[in-house]
């Protein structure tokens, strides 16, 4: 049971989005955590140059504290997802403490954005029973993701072999932007900046396309 509350592709919280139509040749690329200052202003200048959609489930604290940042991902037309206010493990968490979490971070990117998200990520990929509710009331759909890079342990090389290995048609990607422990100040998203143009280039060799994770429907 724990393991399924956790693994990214387990399908017993439903409904949930793993992975797009595996026939599309799409791919759908995610960065948790953020924003950051710089690692998601040159993230957002990868993608503006090679034209590549993604989605950025952003932290309501971190909102806060780049509001011009936030407010950039979705004037260049990328997608903003929930991804809690304050990144809190929400395995064994009562309703209040989840809803709670959840409303203050769909306030703060609406306030600052304009733009009141329909996704929603869990940290860690964690969830619970009392979580389903809470986002159907809210009319947030669950992300979770098919492919990872492990940039939060991988150098580059790494981090490109890992992403280009499980990428496929339909695969949801999932890096990150910024890190749920690190204060601002100490986060170090380099890695993830330095092998983003190399993952897209080997993306497009393989013959996927980047789309916006709209065209995931579920
Ligand atoms: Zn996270």
Not at 33 to 62: R, W, Y
Not at 76 to 102: D, K, V
Not at 155 to 164: M, P, R
Not at 187 to 207: F, Y
Request: proline share 8%; net charge positive; charged share 20%.
């Amino acid at each position: 049971m724990a393991y399924a509350c956790v693994a990214p592709t387990a399908r017993i919280f439903r409904p949930v989005l793993v992975r797009g139509p595996a026939q599309s040749r799409d791919v759908v690329l995610t960065f948790d955590d953020g924003p950051t200052s710089p690692f998601t202003e040159q993230i957002l200048d990868i993608l503006a140059e090679h034209k590549v959609p993604a989605t950025f489930f952003m932290c309501g604290k971190n909102v806060e504290r780049h509001p011009e940042i936030a407010r950039r991902v979705v004037r260049e037309g990328h997608t903003i997802g929930n991804h809690t206010y304050s990144h809190p493990f929400l395995y064994l968490r009562t309703p209040q403490f989840m809803a709670n979490e959840i409303d203050r971070t769909q306030e703060t990117i609406e306030r600052v954005t304009g733009v009141r998200p329909n996704l929603f990520r869990p940290p860690y990929g964690a969830r619970w029973f009392s979580l389903m509710p809470i986002l159907k009331a809210r009319g947030l759909k669950m992300v979770m993701w098919s492919a990872a890079g492990y940039d939060w342990m991988y150098h580059t090389q790494a981090i490109i072999k890992a992403t280009t290995r499980g990428m496929r048609s339909g695969s949801v990607i999932l890096l990150h932007d910024g890190h749920e422990r690190q204060p601002p100040e100490k986060v170090d998203r380099s890695n993830t900046v330095e092998a983003l143009p190399a993952i897209i280039s080997a993306a497009t060799k393989a013959g996927l396309k980047f789309v916006p994770i709209e065209k995931f429907t579920f």
